[in-house]
């Protein structure tokens, strides 16, 4: 199975990548997580792009807030897919991230999730891997039918206390 690679462009992003690793550890989703800066560490970005595809990975995340370039730097070295989980950050509510991850020029796509949306982007990440994998095409299934199952609940518990 194809790892995912995940970026973080400082370690305050952490709560919100825990949310992507415990995603991909729930669907048995092999991964490495690392600190990263498009601005601070360029060399070590680019580096890890360029050599994503012969590490085995086959999905890159890029967790980054304020000017959040680091999806797209990710991009820019890669034909990997690329999901980009722009940040909240005091300033703007995470709207500046959200346009600097999603407003990417043609030719250097990159999918964007919602703010702060790690668990999204994990799943984002499984089902493009799950192209080619079977078994967590399966494991995919299932936690949509549990997901289901638990709304149902909550639904039958809302229906019991109103009627």
């Known amino acids: 199975m194809k790892k995912v690679g995940i970026i973080m462009g400082s370690d305050s992003d952490l709560p919100i990548i825990r949310k992507a690793t415990d995603m991909l550890t729930s669907l048995e989703i092999p991964f490495e997580v690392h600190v990263y800066s498009a601005h601070r560490t360029p060399d070590e970005a680019r580096d890890f792009a360029r050599s994503a595809r012969e590490n085995g990975f086959g999905v890159l995340i890029a967790a980054a807030g304020m000017a959040a370039h680091l999806a797209g730097a990710i991009a820019a070295n890669t034909t990997l897919p690329v999901i980009g989980i722009p940040c909240k950050s005091s300033v703007l509510d ?3 991230a959200l346009l600097s991850t999603v407003m990417m020029p ?3 796509p990159v999918a964007t999730v919602a703010i702060n949306g790690g668990g999204n982007a994990a799943l984002l990440a499984a089902q ?3 192209l ?6 399966q494991r995919l299934i299932a936690k949509r039918s549990a997901d289901a199952e ?3 609940k909550k639904d039958a518990a809302i229906c ?3 009627q």
Not at 132 to 137: N, T, V
């Open 94 to 96: 995470g709207m500046d």
């Open 128 to 130: 493009i891997i799950a």
């Open 132 to 137: 080619s994998d079977d078994a967590l095409s």
């Open 106 to 108: 043609t030719g250097i």
């Open 160 to 162: 019991a206390e109103f």
């Open 150 to 152: 638990a709304v149902l």
